[in-house]
């Protein structure tokens, strides 16, 4: 087994990960187009908050463990199996203490009663996730993704059945909640399973191990923490400052944007074991290149994104989440423009890992939702879901521009911008091609794509050989 991931290896498992999310993306949609027609607005409202309330503890449970295996199941020498067994069981400790004390503490929250009963049962379902989204790192190291991504899909198809089921027997948030707590214990229980041939998983208990384990992952668990309060803590005022129904748009519009922000995060979870070998082994320059490599991409990704949501916003809501649902449109082709953030934030806040400088940043993401937690407090009460896009918008667009200047300064690595501008550009002519056709919004995005891929072929934005080069090792 190489530390590098093959060339071959990382084209494969990247494209059978962007098959597996596309797949599971889809079934989340009609998921979520079942619950949204089901509850409606008001109840779509308390469904997102007890989901976002019970986000905010599943990030304090990671702990920056998910990062922290991959990092050191990646390193020479290491007992791989020992080293497993030693976070699956710090999880399963952390994940029982801290999700205990989630349906106790929304007590002290001026939340309806639907929401404080949501998150007494959703908290055994986040307990299941947390285990299972952890091992994900096993299959990376291996290069075995198949197996995660197929795990995935079965939670997806399972949730989305006892989901339909519920919508025409049991309609309530209630009923949502606990189709999650079915559906994700299978998961974990697929993730172990799958993971036999490589490793297997078994919950250690070892002091000595944990404390390593936590001497390593607290900085990146500190960033995640404050990286979260100014992601997710939007939700949480707005659903106590403002009316379920309000949420409800407003947790319509950031379900989108969750479904977009998994292909960046999947590909740095991929290339993540490769640029912490490369910077280990002081190959600067390879470092450098490929994150510029990566930065073009990712630019080519978000920019069409960004431009056609301005003008199929509010057909796409309608389509999803149904008639109810139509002033979300709106708040997403604004709220859309964090995405920019969102991918750099990826990008960069990977390789602050990769180069190991977790407590550096520690102080960006603290500054970061202090500035968030104010603003919202300041714009919310009066303005609602406005307030919190504009604050949600201010505090991507810093932590990207604070990640981005820590690893400039630390590796010297730097983006090409003309990639950059030729996607402008194509999405430019994108843009302008789609305002002359009224078409269904479906059309609208097929037609778009292929504008947008005529154009950046046709301005040689990107070419099949530099395609290819994104899939070669940094070393």
Partial sequence: MTDMISSRSLASNFTVQLIGKGLSVLIGLITIAFITRTLGTAAFGEYTTAVTYLQMFGVVVDFGLTLTLIVMISEKGIDEERVAGNFFGLRLVSGALLFSLAPIS??????????????????????FMGGASMLVGIFQKHERMWRAALAELINRAVLLGLIAIFAMTAPTVGAMVFASVIANAIW???????AKPLVRVRPLFEMSVWRDILSRSWPIAVSIVFNLLYLKGDILFLAYFRPETEVGLYGMAYRIIDVLTVLPVMFMGLVLPSLVAAWSAGKAKDFRRYVARTFDLFAMAVIPLVVGAQLVATELTVLIAGDGFADAGPALALLIIALIGVFLGALYGHLIVALNKQRIMT????????VSIVGYLWLIPEHGMWGAIWVTLASE??????????VWRVSGA????????????AATAMYLVLRQIDVHVILDILIGATVYGAALLALRAITIKELKALTRPVV
Avoid at 106 to 127: E, N, S
Avoid at 188 to 194: K, S
Avoid at 397 to 406: E, K, R
């Fill in 363 to 370: 102080l960006g993401y603290v500054f970061v939702a202090i």
């Fill in 106 to 127: 929304i007590l002290a929250f001026p939340f309806t009663p639907v929401v404080k009963q949501a998150v007494l049962i959703g908290a055994t379902a986040y307990f």
């Fill in 188 to 194: 974990l229980w697929t993730m172990i399973h799958f």
């Fill in 414 to 425: 730097l983006p090409n911008l003309l990639a950059t501008l030729k996607a402008l550009l």
């Fill in 397 to 406: 667009a810093l932590i990207a521009a604070i990640t981005f200047i820590v």
